[in-house]
């Protein structure tokens, strides 16, 4: 089925000077890049797009306990990585863009590898570009650095392609 998918090129890819390089490892999947913009995004946009939504925060809370580190309460872990996500993609510009192709969003994440580019495989975007890790960013107190956001259900990626590509 074909799909659109929200991809987001966050600060430190749009640093590092790896945009063409990220396009490129979705256009050789056979994604093809439908919409896309440099932008530097606004906190209102960055608070709707990363809502204080319970689940969302005790997920990431538990994300960071998996690495290894050591969490007392992963609501409040979360809620603490939200709000320094938050500033992150607010620190510089970002490289939003919708591909469309067929079953687009499971194929997207595939391409871009898992959350910690440290265990993401070879071959993913995150697994061959990525330098950060989950234990290193927690034990920092800030987000992981790991290139891209990749919208993760069809729900999510209609809600989030009208967030950053209003009509």
Known sequence: MTQQTLIIIKPDGVERNLIGKIISYYEEAGLKVIKLKMMQAERDLIMKHYEENEDYMKAIGQKSLDAGNKVDDILEYGRMIVQSLRDYMTSGPVVPM????????????????????????KGTIRGDLGNDSIAKANGEGRPTKNLIHASGTPDEAAKEISLWFTE
Request: charged share 30%; glycine share 8%.
């Open 98 to 121: 919708v591909l469309e192709g067929e079953d687009a969003i499971p194929l997207a994440r595939k391409v871009t590898g898992f959350t910690d580019p440290t265990q993401a495989d």
